[in-house]
């Protein structure tokens, strides 16, 4: 079986085949790199490895080798295309915009946005900031140009590699700009957008029409490229509740997310949502537009994995069910809890493991290693060759 097989079964809610599992990401490039062997590293393996221009190459057969091999190490299920995309849920060009590196110090570096949003990344302590966020004023958006998504040239090295990966029987995934997200992302201030939602919602609705077309077009796009599946990051939740009321969630962004869904089953695809936060409020919404596979459900953001499961799996699939705390616990409740969720999993099916903030830079190899081989064994995968 291959993982697109594998993926495909379990969205079509086959209980025979193992659970899935793909870790959301990385804290960054080096802990990708010190938890899989050195033979399984490529380049660009994190988003922030770009080159001083907007790179729209293939990545290449020698890269996506060591980016199967990586994933089959590190338990990765998804092959998420895109410079730098496979390690950082959700990111890479050519559906969300490409970031170039403006400047790399020891401790930090700064790279910029098709949009001219600039991200700061400074590495001990961690700390990441966007900024000169360009929009403010309906005037500043009717004045900023956006890259063409109709460009041939944007999807070029996509598809190459794209065929490439389809090739080897994986399961491609291509990343797009979320619609809420991807405004205080790249267009505008994530404070003022939520403000504008409020006392400013002619603003809102104007970038949501330059966005959001944006997005669809590049979606369809990268579907006809051959892609399996877009994903988006749409944080809609804090760990508490909604980040706006769930009247502004159906006026604003349902009708795009709808959109989104509609058009690229249409072409045969499938659209995966990431979305921290405690989000049950709008879940019913969520069906109603259609998504395939939505994460990352953290029962620590008020998400009842046993109830979702229920409830929701006979209409997406779940992706997620891990506190983000999960690395910081001790072994036996590590091995408990992965135990748990498999068995959730194998009862109503149409679920994957994933954690939901990325695995941090204090774990170890051995500690990784030791959790893996638990994850394989108690999902099912070592009675089938070739899954992971």
Request: aromatic letters at 12%.
């Amino acid at each position: 079986m291959t993982k697109y097989e594998w993926i495909k079964a379990v969205l079509n809610g086959n209980k025979d085949v193992p659970v899935p599992q793909h870790w959301m990401s990385f804290f960054n490039g080096a802990v990708a790199k010190k938890l899989s062997p050195k033979e399984y590293h490529y380049t660009p393996m994190w988003m922030y490895e770009a080159p001083e221009h907007f790179d729209m190459t293939a990545m290449g057969p020698d890269a996506l080798d060591k980016m199967i091999q990586f994933n089959n190490y590190t338990g990765r299920c998804f092959s998420c295309l895109g410079k730098g995309a496979n390690i950082s849920w959700g990111h890479g060009g050519p559906g969300e915009f490409f970031c170039k590196l403006i400047s790399r110090s020891e401790n930090e570096l700064i790279a910029e946005y098709e949009t001219g949003v600039r991200a700061k990344v400074q590495f001990n302590p961690h700390f990441y900031h966007n900024y000169d966020h360009p929009v403010k004023t309906l005037d500043d958006l009717n004045n900023l140009q956006l890259p063409d998504p109709k460009d041939p040239q944007r999807y070029i090295g996509f598809t190459e590699d794209v065929r490439y990966l389809k090739s080897k029987g994986e399961y491609v995934v291509g990343s797009l700009n979320g619609f809420f997200s991807g405004i205080h992302y790249f267009l505008m201030e994530y404070t003022e957008t939520l403000m504008a939602l409020i006392d400013n919602q002619e603003l809102i609705t104007a970038l949501l029409d330059r966005l959001g077309e944006w997005n669809i077009t590049a979606a369809k796009k990268m579907i006809q490229c051959g892609a399996d599946c877009v994903c988006l990051c749409d944080d809609l939740g804090s760990k508490t509740s909604l980040l706006m009321a769930p009247s502004l969630y159906r006026e604003f962004f349902k009708p795009w997310h709808k959109r989104l869904c509609d058009e690229v089953h249409a072409l045969g695809g499938d659209v995966h949502l990431h979305s921290h936060g405690a989000i049950t409020k709008i879940l019913d919404d969520l069906v109603e537009c259609g998504f395939d596979f939505i994460n990352p459900f953290d029962p620590e953001e008020k998400n009842d994995i046993n109830l979702l499961m229920e409830k929701y799996s006979p209409h997406f699939v779940i992706v997620g069910g891990f506190p983000a705390s999960f690395w910081e616990w001790a072994n036996q409740d590590q091995e408990d809890y992965l135990k748990r969720i498999a068995d959730l999993g194998k009862k109503y099916g149409r679920l994957i493991f994933m954690d939901s903030g990325g695995i941090p830079e204090n774990v170890s190899p051995e500690d990784f290693d030791r959790i893996s081989q638990i994850s394989r064994q108690v999902r099912g995968v070592k009675d089938h060759p070739g899954l992971i």
